[in-house]
Nanobody, 124 residues
Framework: QVQLVESGGGLVQPGGSLRLSCAGSGSIFSINAMGWYRQAPGKQRELVAAITSGGNTNYLDSVKGRFTIARDNAKNTVYLQMNSLKPEDTAVYYC??????????????????WGQGTQVTVSS
């Protein structure tokens, strides 16, 4: 099957930076969109940033200008560079990928996969 493994979370002071990584492995033929979501305690999961296979990006308004999403298609990996972090960015961050397992079909069938989540805490 497919596994998404995240890394890079942790505790950082306000104004600091963190870089999250999410590497896909297993039966991956191709990946369409990849994204980062987050969920704070008592709140719904929200999309933070997404990137298509062609490199088009979109961001949650509150992170525009501070976060940057990027991907390495050869490594099936997506990154989230987070700068100027604020306490309200504190949440569990999850990566998501739309994966085709065999490339069959026109268009191919893509399945949603999720990472296990990584905690980001912004606090002094």
């Amino acid at each position: 099957q497919v596994q998404l493994v995240e890394s890079g979370g942790g505790l950082v002071q306000p104004g600091g930076s963190l870089r999250l990584s999410c590497a896909g492995s297993g039966s991956i033929f191709s990946i369409n969109a990849m994204g980062w979501y987050r969920q704070a305690p008592g709140k719904q999961r929200e999309l933070v940033a997404a990137i298509t296979s062609g490199g088009n990006t979109n961001y949650l308004d509150s992170v525009k200008g501070r976060f940057t999403i990027a991907r390495d298609n050869a490594k099936n990996t997506v990154y989230l560079q987070m700068n100027s972090l604020k306490p309200e960015d504190t949440a569990v961050y999850y990566c998501n990928a739309e994966v085709s397992l065999d490339g069959l079909g026109y268009p191919p069938t893509f399945y949603d996969y999720w990472g296990q989540g990584t905690q980001v805490t912004v606090s002094s």
